[in-house]
């Protein structure tokens, strides 16, 4: 079973950048798609971003893309989210996520990290 930590989280304001880490431990990262979601208070979890398991082909919501950058880095067994043009609608905890194959819901993934909370500020 792989374990999943998040880092890289913090206070920006509105149009900055942060990079968030995924670390992996128990396994490695080449077995799992990884995936980025992000939940407001009061809102569902939602999808932001997501890299499959061996062709490393990406996935993003409409709202992020052309904004945000999912990357692997296989030696370090590290995923990373790259999120640059931060809107104060980005404020969110953010967790990444590991499954068999890359899907929007939630029920695609079946280990999750503990989040990271990203805040913007105007």
């Known amino acids: 079973q792989v374990q999943l930590v998040e880092s890289g989280g913090g206070l920006v304001q509105a149009g900055g950048s942060l990079r968030l880490s995924c670390a992996a431990s128990g396994r490695t990262l080449s077995s799992y798609a990884i995936a980025w979601f992000r939940q407001a208070p009061g809102k569902e979890r939602e999808f932001v971003s997501g890299?499959?398991?061996?062709?490393?082909?990406?996935n993003y919501a409409a709202s992020v893309k052309g904004r945000f950058t999912v990357t692997k880095d296989n030696a370090k067994n590290t995923v990373y989210l790259q999120m640059n043009s931060l809107k104060t609608g980005d404020t969110a905890v953010y967790y990444c996520?590991?499954?068999?194959?890359?899907?929007?819901?939630?029920?695609?993934?079946?280990?999750w990290g503990q989040g990271t909370q990203v805040t913007v500020s105007s």
């Open positions: 996520a590991a499954g068999p194959s890359l899907g929007r819901s939630t029920w695609s993934y079946d280990t």
């Open positions: 890299i499959s398991r061996s062709t490393g082909i990406t």
